[in-house]
């Protein structure tokens, strides 16, 4: 059984195009979690919601919007890829906010050609 | 502003051996702290953990040391094998932040 599962594992798309990345988590988690790895390995987080509600917004360019309909799900749409937006987009989640334990899905590695 | 950061980008071991991966944090507020492990392709995953109100904890094979004086914590693998080569990662977070933050990650290759 999949905890934290990604859809989809690869995206390869155009510059300007508008894509979203879907995420779910089966662990009953509070929290969800996104993060952004890019070439050097580097993760650095994006956004995170506890329980539907944005509590981590970090400087991140208002077209990724991510969205959580329920507190399993925890979506990211990103309009007007840019070049620069080729990078490999984590999902975690963890029991609740703050010092817990996140757990990580297996990633989806975005191309913007 | 904060930091986490690995003092070796590529640590080779040969397979048998102690591995330590080491690891500075910047905030001395920051009171949780967890390794992850990730191989190539996959996400990262989880290994140990450790707070603030302790100085080592033990797994299986892995050790983590915290020496909050000096904001440096270490990731100890014992007996080391061909299946624990990957990028480890060191995070920390701090009270009431919500976010951890990570470091630039070290490469572990286990030699034969």
């Known amino acids: 059984d999949t905890a934290v599962s990604q859809t989809p594992k690869y995206l390869v798309t155009q510059m300007g195009n508008d894509k979203s990345i879907k995420c779910e988590q089966n662990?009953?988690?509070?929290?969800m979690y996104w993060y952004k790895q890019d070439s050097k390995k580097f993760l650095k987080i994006m956004f995170s919601?506890?329980?539907?509600?944005?509590?981590i917004n970090e400087t991140v360019p208002n077209r990724f919007s991510p969205k959580s309909p329920d507190k399993a799900h925890l979506n990211l749409h990103i309009n007007s890829l840019e070049l620069g937006d080729s990078a490999v987009y984590f999902c975690?989640?963890?029991?609740?906010?703050?010092?817990?334990?996140?757990?990580f899905g297996p990633g989806t590695r975005l191309t913007v050609l | 502003g904060e930091s986490v950061g690995l003092h070796l980008p590529t640590l080779s071991v040969q397979e048998g051996d102690n591995s330590i991966i080491n690891c500075a944090y910047s905030?001395?507020?920051?009171?949780?702290f967890i390794w992850y492990k990730q191989e190539s392709g996959k996400g990262p995953q989880f290994i140990i953990d450790?707070?603030?109100?302790?100085d080592k904890r033990q797994g299986q094979r892995v050790t983590v040391l915290l020496n909050k004086t000096v904001k440096h914590l270490s990731l100890q693998i014992a007996a080391t094998q061909p299946g624990d080569s990957a990028v480890y990662f060191c995070?920390?977070?701090?009270?009431?932040?919500?976010?951890?933050?990570f470091g630039t990650g070290t490469r572990l290759k286990v030699l034969a």
């Open positions: 995070a920390a977070t701090s009270p009431g932040t919500y976010k951890y933050i």
């Open positions: 975690a989640s963890s029991l609740l906010a703050g010092a817990h334990t996140q757990y």
């Open positions: 662990l009953g988690h509070d929290t």
């Open positions: 919601y506890n329980n539907k509600e944005l509590i």
């Open positions: 450790i707070r603030s109100n302790m």
């Open positions: 905030n001395s507020a920051s009171d949780y």
